[in-house]
Every structure is written in C-alpha cells, then in structure tokens.
C-alpha cells in the first residue's frame, strides 16, 4: 500500500509540474504579444507627434530632427534626444501654441522615453539623463 500511495503522489506531482510548465510557457508568449503591442502603439505614437509637428516653414526648428526621428529613432544619438526633448519643452510651456501641437509635444517626449528605456542600452538611466538634461536646457 506504500509503494502505491507513493507511486501515486509522484504522478499526480509530475503531471501538476508539467502543467506548470506549460502554462509557463503560454504566459511567456502572451507576454511577448503585450509587449509588442506596447511597443507597437508607443512607436506610432511617437511618429504621429512627429508628423503633426512637421511644417513646411519649419517654426519650431526641429523638421530635420523630426525627420531623423522618423526614418529610424533608434539611430539617433543622445545629443539629439537632448535637442529634439528640448524644443518639445519649449513648446510644451509656450501657452500661444495651438492645444493640438501642445499634444503632439507631450505625446513624443512620452513616446521619446519611452522608446530609452526599451531599446537603448541603459535604457532607464539615459532616459533619467535625457529628462535632467531638457530641464537645465530649458
């Protein structure tokens, strides 16, 4: 009867590890469809900040770097995550601004952040860096 109950309780552990696992497993992957939808809407964000802050007379001037920005942000250097954070400051304080670029601003320092911290190295820290460094700036 020992050995049974034995038997028993290291089968019924196995298959309750084994089902651990494989629900491991699954939540891995619908973590990884979060994430990528995170990333997903912080991406588009961020590029359509960039395209309603785009102009032709170029009055805030940061087209070019908003250019850049949408080409490819990852390929952007800390001195122009500085520059382009900067100018959003500016124009995030400046209270003569139509309400629609005030959010444009604030949504690409948002979507600007957040793209640091997940794809830079030492994500979090320049992201801290890039804040402390737009409000000396500005």
């Given at each position: 009867m020992g050995e049974v109950a034995l038997t028993w309780i290291l089968g019924v552990y196995g298959a309750w590890m084994l089902a651990n696992s494989g629900m491991i497993y699954w939540m891995k992957w619908d973590l990884k469809k979060i994430r990528i939808a995170v990333e997903l809407f912080?991406?588009?964000?961020?590029?359509?900040?960039?395209?309603?802050?785009?102009?032709?007379?170029?009055?805030?001037?940061?087209?070019?770097?908003?250019d850049k920005y949408r080409a490819g942000h990852h390929d952007l250097s800390i001195q122009d995550w500085i520059k382009l954070s900067t100018i959003c400051e500016r124009i995030r304080n400046d209270k003569t601004i139509p309400q629609d670029e005030l959010l444009a601003a604030n949504n690409l320092m948002a979507s600007m952040l957040a793209e640091l911290v997940l794809h830079k190295t030492g994500g979090f820290v320049r992201a801290?860096?890039?804040?402390?460094?737009?409000?000396?700036?500005?």
């Open positions: 912080i991406r588009k964000n961020g590029e359509g900040a960039a395209f309603i802050l785009h102009s032709p007379t170029d009055h805030f001037g940061l087209d070019e770097l908003l801290v860096n890039l804040a402390i460094e737009t409000k000396k700036a500005a």
